[in-house]
C-alpha cells in the first residue's frame, strides 16, 4: 500500500517561497511510470494541477504557476518537494501531493490528505 504524507511550515509571509516535502512509503518514487504531482484546491475552485516529476526525474509544470514554480526530488529519501516562490494570499489553500499512474494524466491512484498552507503577515 502506497502512502503519500505532505509536510511543510503552515504559515508563510507573502512575496516568499512555499516548501512542501511529500514523503512517500510503500513505493518508491522511482518505480517505472509513476508521475508524482503537487495539486492543490484554491477556496471556492476545483482542484488544480500545479506540476508533477517523474519517475526518471524530469519535471513538469503547470505552464500559469512555471515561472514561480520547482519541483524535485530526493531520492534516498523517497521524497518529492514543491517550492512555490513570491506567494500572495491567494495562495492560501490545501496542497496535495499525489501518484498519477498515467503520466501527467490524472489518473491519480494515491493521495495524500493534504497540508493546509497560509500565506500572511
Known amino acids: 500500500q502506497v502512502q503519500l504524507q505532505e509536510s511543510g511550515p503552515g504559515l508563510v509571509k507573502p512575496s516568499q517561497t512555499l516548501s512542501l516535502t511529500c514523503t512517500v512509503s510503500?513505493?518508491?518514487?522511482?518505480?517505472?511510470?509513476?508521475?508524482w504531482s503537487w495539486i492543490r484546491q484554491p477556496p471556492g475552485k476545483g482542484l488544480e494541477w500545479m506540476g508533477a516529476i517523474s519517475y526518471s526525474g524530469i519535471p513538469y509544470y503547470s505552464p500559469s504557476l512555471k515561472s514561480r514554480t520547482s519541483i524535485a526530488r530526493d531520492t534516498p529519501k523517497n521524497q518529492f518537494t514543491l517550492q512555490l516562490s513570491s506567494v500572495t494570499p491567494e495562495a492560501t489553500t490545501v496542497y496535495y501531493c499525489?501518484?498519477?499512474?498515467?503520466?501527467?494524466?490524472?489518473?491519480?491512484?494515491?493521495w495524500g490528505q493534504g497540508t493546509q498552507a497560509t500565506v500572511s503577515s
Open positions: 510503500g513505493g518508491l518514487i522511482t518505480t517505472y511510470s509513476f508521475y
Open positions: 499525489a501518484r498519477d499512474a498515467d503520466a501527467i494524466n490524472g489518473t491519480y491512484d494515491y
